[in-house]
């Protein structure tokens, strides 16, 4: 089995800044694309940022300039840097791996089960 572990969400006033983490752990060949993924309240899961196993980055243009997303691929690990948080921004933040379990098996995603983010005014 496959698990995705959040951590780092919190309450953060505007202007503030955070680090979220998503760990992957269980059984894993090979992981492909990671990425992060808000949803707030009312209204539809988006993409913030995503990441290729090569390293090759992409952002919601919302969040161009503000978000840094990495990846440690020894450690199975993605991160998102959020800086100049928004009040827009407090949603649950959800990281989500494209992973293959065996040599042989379909890469599918994974999600993990999200992490609060709060930003006060």
């Known amino acids: 089995q496959v698990q995705l572990v959040e951590s780092g969400g919190g309450l953060v006033q505007a202007g503030g800044s955070l680090r979220l983490s998503c760990a992957a752990s269980g059984r894993i060949f090979s992981i492909n694309d990671m990425g992060w993924y808000r949803q707030a309240p009312g209204k539809e899961r988006e993409l913030v940022a995503g990441i290729t196993s090569g390293g090759r980055r992409n952002y919601a243009d919302s969040v161009k300039g503000r978000f840094t997303i990495s990846r440690d691929n020894a450690k199975n690990t993605v991160y998102l840097q959020m800086d100049s948080l928004k009040p827009e921004e407090t949603a649950v933040y959800y990281c989500?791996?494209?992973?293959?379990?065996?040599?042989?098996?379909?890469?599918?995603?994974?999600w993990g089960q999200g992490t609060q983010v709060t930003v006060s005014s």
């Open positions: 989500k791996a494209e992973i293959a379990e065996y040599w042989n098996s379909r890469r599918r995603d994974y």
